[in-house]
């Protein structure tokens, strides 16, 4: 319930990755003795949310979120930076995930920028996902991984599109019109650190999650939002001077930020003032 309520009050423009994160989630923790541990990959372009929506996870999972120390999050430029030392990071992942879970096993790892990971590094983590009972002695079921990648976000901004041109409602984007283009877009991506990943090959990704490109009204919501965080009473000249201030695509009809929600925060301090 708290998760939800989290969701619907932060999170806009998102209901295919509210609801299958929703039920994921749900169905993981109900389980006393799961399979395998939950694996979330979330695709779409930046200013999305996919980020928010990690951290409202791991909040929920560890109070204190990404301050905690049994939350885990890799940046792949800043921690996997170099091609040629792949096998080694891959040493150091493994060393890393397995101490980690063996303090707690509920451990939530968060792996940002996959689709700057070098091809192969990712696949150190596949022994972690699979459905073993356990692997050396170590038992990963409780765990939770998350991807974060901009790859696929193409394929999904197209798909809002045609719904947008055929006239159908944003909201009728069902997860199966877009989950299995994602999944064999993502492998076939050599820019998505999935590329030929035993991780997909495995069918070990529980929900390819697709966050869709965000229109005006869901930029405004972010602005709304962002001035009640900081105190302010909402304002909707000012809401609507932010929104504007955003750049929009396709060029002829407008209809997609570029950035999401990502600069919303910065806009809005050059309307401190007022």
């Known amino acids: 319930a708290a998760l939800k309520a989290q969701l619907d009050n932060r999170l806009f423009g998102q209901h295919l990755a ?24 979330l695709h779409g372009w930046a200013g999305t949310g996919k980020n928010f929506l990690s951290q409202i996870l791991a909040e929920q999972v560890h109070p204190a979120g990404l301050r905690s120390k049994f939350v885990h999050l890799f940046l792949a430029t800043l921690h996997f930076p170099h091609q040629d030392q792949v096998k080694l990071y891959k040493e150091q992942l493994q060393n890393w995930i397995r101490g980690n879970v063996s303090a707690c096993p509920s451990s939530v790892f968060i792996f940002d920028e996959m689709d700057k990971m070098h091809p192969g590094v990712i ?53 199966k019109d877009l989950e299995p283009l994602l999944s064999v877009g993502v492998f076939n991506n050599k820019n998505s650190g999935l590329w030929h990943s035993s991780i997909i090959d495995r069918n070990l990704i529980d929900y390819f999650v697709p966050f869709l490109p965000l229109e005006q009204k869901h ?45 919303v925060q910065a806009k809005l301090d050059i309307h401190e003032d007022l």
Do not use: H
């Open 123 to 175: 696949d150190a983590i596949k022994p972690f996902l699979d459905y073993y009972e356990e692997v050396d002695g170590v038992s990963y079921r409780k765990a939770i991984f998350i991807f974060l990648s901009n790859a696929g976000g193409d394929l999904i901004n197209k798909a809002a599109l045609d719904f947008w041109t055929s006239g159908k409602r944003r909201e009728d984007i069902q997860l």
């Open 219 to 263: 930029v405004k919501m972010c602005v709304r939002a962002e001035m009640a965080a900081r105190g302010y009473a909402v304002d909707e000249k000012i809401v609507q001077a932010v929104a504007d201030e955003m750049t929009y695509f396709p060029k002829e009809q407008k209809i997609y930020s570029d950035k999401g929600c990502k600069t």
């Open 18 to 41: 509210k609801d299958v994160v929703l039920k994921a989630v749900l169905g993981f923790s109900n389980n006393p003795s799961p399979k395998k541990p939950l694996m979330l990959s």
